[in-house]
């Protein structure tokens, strides 16, 4: 039988306003106007331009529902920091025989996750949870000082993770004692999926870009008709683009690199994407990953498992779930999928 699906708090635009750096791109064809703003939600900065027909007021209404969205989804769901979480609690219940009664669509993020951790053969692990935490990830400013945890610790916490320690059955969860959850290389893709689908009930937008983080979404058209255009940053410069996708319609792009977050210890650079299987920042020649598809769960999930899996199980991973890539070895090759190649355009400077 089907549950009533739990909604986020409905979005409201009030409280928003104060903080959004919000710009009024003037007029496009047919009455509809361009709408632009900025803001941090899920630890990244989010950028919105939204067509949309109706004032300034319509435009600044929408850029802040989206903004509630994320921000209602982050405290309400996903976010393993916020204690009244679901992830939270889920979290808290890790060794408990009751597990944890799940809301029907953690169940199914969570199918997708458990599913893509199978597949990739541990590649993506949401169980990394306290590993991430070892390793103060969070806590790291790009290119700044950080330490590297004892072997031990991070043997010990290698103990309590992998996806086969986590057990879904009649809409509760089951954690083994001391497994965590850290869903920092999903939720900006889920996040993307309800942007969507917040969109295509808000009649009055005709087309949308929305970066959250290293997750893009495009949605809809543009007023002239033209492709979306979505750079592809250079890792081995990440002030720079490789080059361009253009895009026709709605799509998620997302982007997992060694430039995003890492910092510095004895000149050797330490990044954000652990191996699972070390417990160590993923060392598989790779050095970016662009992943297209049209659900932004998944594109988020194989940035980061193609990333950690290395050139030829990326390929692998990509055709399985019919999805686009693009990746950037070590030694700056471009490797992209026919489908990519299609809609790239490199940069030659
Ligand atoms: P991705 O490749 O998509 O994800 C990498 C992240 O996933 C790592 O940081 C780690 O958390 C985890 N991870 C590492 N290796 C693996 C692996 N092999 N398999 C699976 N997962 C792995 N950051 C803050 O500093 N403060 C915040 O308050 C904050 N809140 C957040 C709230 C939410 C809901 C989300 C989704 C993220 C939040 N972040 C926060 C995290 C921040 O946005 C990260 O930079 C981001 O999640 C990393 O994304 P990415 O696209 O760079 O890399
Ligand atoms: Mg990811």
């Not at 909604?7 to 104060?18: D, I, R």
């Not at 953690?106 to 990394?128: N, Q």
């Not at 290698?158 to 290389?185: C, F, P, Q, W």
């Not at 779930?321 to 299609?342: N, P, R």
Request: glycine share 12%; with cysteine; net charge negative.
């Amino acid at each position: 039988m089907k549950r009533n699906r739990k909604k986020y708090s409905k979005p409201c635009t009030a409280v928003l306003a104060a903080a959004t750096a919000f710009v009024f791109t003037g007029c496009g064809s047919y009455g509809i106007q361009a709408y632009q703003s900025t803001d941090i939600a899920m630890g990244t900065v989010v950028t919105q331009t939204i067509y949309a027909a109706g004032g300034e007021e319509q435009g600044e209404g929408i850029t802040g529902d989206i903004l509630r969205l994320l921000r209602n989804l982050e405290q309400e769901k996903l976010s393993w920091r916020i204690s009244m979480s679901e992830l939270a609690q889920i979290n808290e219940s890790a060794g408990q025989e009751a597990g944890h009664g799940l809301s029907e669509d953690m169940e199914e993020y969570l199918a997708e996750i458990l599913a893509a951790a199978r597949v990739s053969g541990g590649a993506f692990d949401p169980t990394l949870g306290k590993v991430t935490k070892l390793w103060n990830i969070d806590g790291w400013t790009v290119g700044g000082q950080g330490e590297i945890p004892p072997a031990k610790e991070i043997q010990a916490l290698l103990e309590h993770t992998g996806y086969e320690k986590v057990n879904i059955r009649d809409h509760r969860i089951y954690m083994e004692a001391d497994t965590s959850l850290d869903l920092g290389a999903a939720g900006k893709g889920i996040a993307s999926d309800e942007i969507k689908a917040f969109l295509e009930e808000e009649s009055k937008v005709s087309g949308a870009v929305i970066s959250v983080g290293g997750s893009i979404l495009t949605y809809g058209q543009k007023p002239d008709g033209t492709p979306w255009q979505i750079g592809i940053t250079d890792p081995q410069n990440p002030g720079s683009s490789l080059g361009k996708l253009s895009l026709e319609g709605s799509w998620c792009v997302s982007t997992s690199g060694d430039y995003e977050r890492y910092v510095e210890i004895d000149g050797i650079r330490y990044h954000h994407i652990l191996d699972p299987s070390t417990g160590y920042p993923a060392d598989s020649g790779i050095r970016g990953v662009t992943i297209l598809s049209k659900s932004g769960i998944l594109s988020d999930i194989l940035s980061t498992a193609c990333f950690v899996a290395g050139k030829e199980k990326a390929l692998e991973l990509a055709e399985l779930y019919e999805a686009e890539l693009l990746l950037v070895t070590e030694g700056g090759e471009i490797v992209m999928t026919e489908g990519m190649k299609a809609c790239f355009t490199p940069y030659t400077s």
